[in-house]
């Protein structure tokens, strides 16, 4: 029976019942942390090898005869781009190999792009109010970089097949002061929403009114599905924006932090020869270089990128049962009306929606028994969903009994939250 | 005899013979780079067991039980930061570790003063025009930096003991629009020199007009002497600045891309507790957090202070012979009162200071036999050395007979230059 078909005597009692497990809850002083997208410690097992295939100095050489030990080369090894682009079927000379934080590579280009400007346009810090398109609900730490600048950040509502392209042609399409867009093309962090064809098309078609627009394709989830015989598949940016005659409309941005160890991966950006170009001349006053006996690791670990599929099958098959494990444990939820989540393919999260006004409410009763969520809102420009409804789930860090544990906690204080609404 | 003491005659005598020399010369075909201060194989080979000193699960859980393979800790693990510390004797909680290039920590520090501004004084960009004190001759890589930002930069002479403090004083206490000095406190890039204990304490003594002057003192051969029975030593600055009441005063920076595998080192900030929570707090936007696992490899290696020290005494051994075959070869050039050059006790470079007017041209004749050298005037802001006399040397990098062959080739292209300069 659902709660909004419950007379108000019922969902009294509801709520005492649920009250006293609550209790019970409370009194184990439990402390998980749900927080994060942080791999588990059996998925950094998985990479152990990586620290092992450098020995010698001769191991220490690139193929092209490089030193790796010593100073020099600034976009990265020839093998190490090679892997990227192959993995994201782009060219070689597309590829920059950055350092080990891809969140870190935007903020760079974003950085250059307000104080120096993109490819000889103003710098953004001197064109006024400047804004961005914010898919929501979307990834916080990306929404934290465009508040920090002072970035206008406008949310455009995030469909199953991405973002609501009408709104996002009408705004790049007619206001100069739209400056970039943030999309995370593939299982969407929180949603787990992959972009159509036809939204990748349509997002390759754009004609901004801001010559210095750039689409910031943030594929982090590139590979990383849950299931390697059933899993999305997006269209390639770079090879779409060229096929409509603009290559230079997107950066795209993919990191191994989460196929290996997260703070020891590489970062990548790939996008067209002009921008390339652009981002190298100021790169090169930045930094010497990035770590490239890291990136020889990665080489020799993976090879190819059959070795990266198979690297990340094993993942899958780690994260999978969780992300099951969670969708058990909501179905309660759905048999009462009082939330509804996403079930992705892939990624590293997935949303679970509750009643209007109890996201909040529901991560603060999880956070009062020592189960830590996501803050409620996170997902969304400034930390506001405006309908208190959404939670991010990140289902791969707690253990699976952690994770049990957690999920039976966040359908209590769901259930309380919901009741505490209807009986209001 | 000196040239200056020649007839015409003999000059043209002496060119004639030179000329000679410098054909045979031409016919050798000479690739030679001593442009950069990249260590030899031979360092290199020093660091060979960083690569093996973590092989298991077990080896990489810090001290504290941080799992290193995960993301998290912004500014450091707590061992690394202790080895800085005590590197220079510092507070554990005054550093900040940062990525594998301390030149992109000093410009992040100052593209975020840009951006931002320094504990809550207007950014920089928003001040109009702003200026930089640069000690000279100075590294081209800070000035690059400032350069790049539009930042003016003011050239300072460079004594044996630092800095003209005379003139830094009467800039900075008296002009709000100086933000900023470069600093290399010790074995000064290029000409290696190391800063007196007075010149260090008015440093920290400085009262700037600017509420947001900072020294960035790059304390990039810290522990980088030619010689550990017989070096140079200066006054900590942190402490010095503390002592004067200035503690937010300095930046200081070291790096461990010179006692390891460059582009493989470690970074460091080294501040006051007030300007430190200013920092963490506008990183914690820029990325997730910098490399654990190359941190712990660090700490691994050497242990603690007495581990790096007696690494740096194996790359002493090394590079030692290297400036003596410099100084011997310019032997001659001060017979022939044609050049002046620094005999730094530590550091990577040198500095050699031809007639005036004659280094762009020993340079270039240089190069039209092979021999790169670091091009001429770019130890001065906006490549500009007034009087055309200086020459970055760089011994390291060349193997002990192309260093040889180099020197040969340098001494008589100076001697050509001179020649011409005095025929004119």
Redesign the interface.
């Known amino acids: 029976m659902k709660y909004t078909e419950m007379s108000k005597a019922q969902l009294e009692a509801e709520q005492k019942e649920l009250l006293a497990q609550y209790e019970k809850i409370k009194a184990q002083h439990l402390k998980l942390d749900m927080s ?1 997208g ?2 588990g ?1 059996e998925q ?2 998985l ?2 090898g990586m ?2 295939v ?4 001769e ?1 220490l050489i690139s193929e092209s005869g490089i ?6 080369v600034l976009d990265g090894l020839p093998e190490m781009k090679r892997l990227i682009a192959e993995l994201v079927q782009a060219k070689e000379e597309q590829v920059f190999i950055g ?3 891809s ?2 590579l935007m ?1 760079t280009i974003i ?1 250059n792009a ?3 400007g993109i490819c000889g346009e103003k710098p953004w ?1 001197q064109q006024g109010e400047i804004q961005f398109l914010c898919p929501v609900p979307g990834y916080d ?1 990306h929404f ?2 465009t508040e ?2 002072g970035i206008r950040m406008i949310p455009i509502p995030l469909r199953p097949d991405g973002p609501d392209m009408d709104i996002v042609e009408s705004y790049v399409n007619q206001d100069p002061s739209i400056k970039g867009i943030w999309c995370v093309p593939q299982y969407s962090n929180p949603a787990g929403y992959s972009y159509s064809d036809q939204v990748v098309r349509r997002m390759a078609a754009l004609t901004p009114a801001a010559p210095d627009f750039r689409i910031f394709w943030d594929n982090a989830y590139v590979i990383h599905h849950l299931d390697f015989e059933d899993h999305d598949a997006i269209l390639n940016i770079i090879d779409e924006c060229e096929k409509a005659g603009h290559p230079d409309l997107v950066y795209e941005f993919v990191s191994t ?1 989460k196929m290996v ?4 991966g590489v970062s990548a950006l790939i996008t067209s020869t002009t921008n390339m170009a652009d981002i190298k001349r ?1 790169m090169d ?10 990136q020889l690791q990665h080489v020799r670990f993976f090879h190819d990128k059959a070795g990266i599929v198979s690297h990340m099958k094993q993942h899958a098959a780690i994260i999978r049962p969780r992300f099951e494990t969670i969708w058990q444990h909501f179905s309660v939820l759905g048999e009462l009306g009082i939330a509804s989540w996403t079930t992705p393919k892939g990624g590293y999260f997935l949303s679970l929606y509750t009643l209007p006004g109890c996201a909040k409410r529901t991560a603060a009763l999880c956070k009062e028994v020592g189960v830590i969520l996501t803050p409620a809102g996170a997902s969304y420009p400034y930390g506001k969903d405006p309908e208190d409804h959404h939670i991010r789930i990140a289902p791969t860090y707690p253990s699976t009994e952690e994770l049990k544990t957690a999920c039976q906690v966040l359908v209590i204080c769901a259930r309380l939250a919901a009741l505490e609404a209807l009986l209001r």
């Open positions: 994060r942080k791999p410690s950094l097992d990479s152990q620290l092992t450098l020995k010698t100095k191991d030193d790796c030990r010593n100073y020099g350092g080990n934080s969140l870190n903020y950085a307000w104080i120096y810090s730490r934290k970089i920090s600048l932090s160890f997260p703070g020891n100021i006053t930045e930094t010497i270089g990035f770590d490239k006996i890291n």
